[in-house]
C-alpha cells in the first residue's frame, strides 16, 4: 500500500484503555450488550446471533498470562457474532521463541482481522498496536484491564444502577482493575472511593484524568469510611499472578477484606462485584460472596456481551450517538 493509500485509510479503532472508545462509545456498547443479550434468550451459547455481523471475521488471541473469562468469552463472543477466533501462546507460537512483536503484529494483520493481548506489560499492547493494521484489544495488562470494566458497568446497568452519581468503593490492591474502574468513572459520571494500604495506591494519573470528568476520586485507610453510603463495593485478588513479596502484601490487606460490617455501612440494595477469581476468605468473605448482593456471576457471564459489543466497536460496526 502507497503512502498516499495509507493517509486515505480509516483510522483503526484500537481498545487499549476505556478512553480509546470514550463515553458515548462506552454507553452504545453497553446499550448494544443488553439488547443482543436479550435477543439470544433460550439460544445454544455457540449459535450466531440473527444479523451475524462477523461473519466470515477472525480474531486472533495472544495469550501471555493464564486466562480461562477472557478466553472462552472471546471465543463464544465471536462464534455469536458469526466469526472465528484462534489462540496463540507463547508455547505454541514463535513468540515464545524471541519472533518480536512488531513482527507478529506486521504478520498477524494480513491473517486475521483484529488482535486480543492478554499480556504482563501494557507497553507490549501498545508496541502490537503500534505495529498492526487491524483493532488490538487489550484482555488485560498490568496498567489496566478496560473489557472486564465494559462487563461491570453493563452488570450495573442491567441491574438498576443508573451511572451518573453512582458511588462505587473499592477494597485493596490499587491495581490494574481498579485503574479502569477509575477511569470509567471520569467518561460515566460516577464517583469511586478507594480503600487501600499505604504504598497500593492506583496509578495516580487515572485519579487526575477522572477528575477532570467531574468524578470524584477518593483514597482512605479505614474500608467503612469508603463504605457509608456506597451503591457498588468492588474488590479483587490481593496478590496477582506472578507477584512477588505476598506475605507481605496479604498482612497488609487483611483490614480491606469485604465483609458483613462493610456490607453493612453500604446503602441496603448495594451490590457486590468480583472479576474472579476469587479468593473466598481472603478479600471477600463467603457469606458476602455467596449472598444475594453478590453479582459475580452475571458479571462473568457479561464478559461475552461485553466482548461482542467491544468488537463490533472495534470493527467499527457500532457507532456512538453524539
Known amino acids: 500500500m502507497d503512502r498516499e493509500a495509507l493517509d486515505l485509510a480509516p483510522a483503526v479503532r484500537n481498545f487499549l484503555d476505556l478512553s480509546d472508545a470514550g463515553g458515548n462509545a462506552l454507553a452504545a456498547m453497553i446499550g448494544d450488550a443488553i439488547d443482543r ?19 466470515g ?29 484462534l489462540i496463540l501462546d507463547s508455547g505454541t507460537s514463535q513468540l515464545g521463541r524471541g519472533e518480536s512483536i512488531a513482527d507478529t503484529a506486521r504478520v498477524l494483520s494480513r491473517m486475521v482481522d483484529t488482535i486480543m493481548i492478554r499480556t504482563d506489560d501494557h507497553a507490549k499492547a501498545e508496541k502490537l498496536a503500534h ?45 490494574n482493575v481498579l485503574n ?22 492506583p496509578d495516580q494519573s487515572f485519579i487526575e484524568t477522572a477528575r477532570t470528568g467531574d468524578a470524584q476520586i477518593e483514597v482512605f485507610r479505614d474500608a467503612r469510611t469508603a463504605a457509608a453510603d456506597a451503591d457498588v463495593l468492588i474488590t479483587d485478588t490481593w496478590v496477582s499472578m506472578g507477584q512477588d513479596h505476598a506475605d507481605d502484601k496479604i498482612r497488609a490487606m487483611q483490614p480491606y477484606r469485604v465483609d458483613g460490617s462493610i456490607v453493612a455501612a453500604a446503602k441496603n440494595d448495594a451490590v457486590f462485584l468480583h472479576c474472579l477469581p476469587a479468593h473466598v476468605g481472603d478479600e471477600v468473605s463467603e457469606d458476602v460472596f455467596e449472598g444475594p448482593q453478590s453479582l459475580v456471576f452475571d458479571e462473568a457471564e457479561n464478559r461475552i456481551h461485553a466482548q461482542k459489543s467491544i468488537l463490533l466497536w472495534s470493527l467499527g460496526k457500532l457507532v456512538p450517538h453524539s
Open 131 to 175: 505495529h498492526a493494521h487491524v483493532p488490538v484489544i487489550n484482555g488485560l495488562t498490568d496498567r489496566s484491564h478496560p473489557c472486564q470494566i465494559v462487563a461491570d458497568l453493563l452488570t450495573l446497568v442491567e441491574h438498576g444502577k443508573a451511572l451518573p452519581g453512582l458511588d462505587v468503593a473499592w477494597f485493596g490492591d490499587g491495581n
Open 57 to 85: 471475521h477472525v480474531l486472533g488471541m495472544i495469550f501471555e498470562k493464564a486466562s480461562t473469562r477472557t478466553r472462552v468469552s472471546f471465543d463464544i463472543a465471536m462464534r455469536q457474532l458469526g466469526g472465528s477466533a
Open 37 to 55: 443479550k436479550a435477543a439470544r434468550e433460550g439460544r445454544p451459547k455457540g449459535s450466531p446471533d440473527d444479523d451475524a455481523p462477523l461473519a
Open 180 to 201: 479502569s474502574v477509575i477511569e470509567a468513572a471520569g467518561l460515566m459520571k460516577f464517583n469511586v472511593r478507594v480503600a487501600c494500604p499505604i504504598g497500593y495506591e
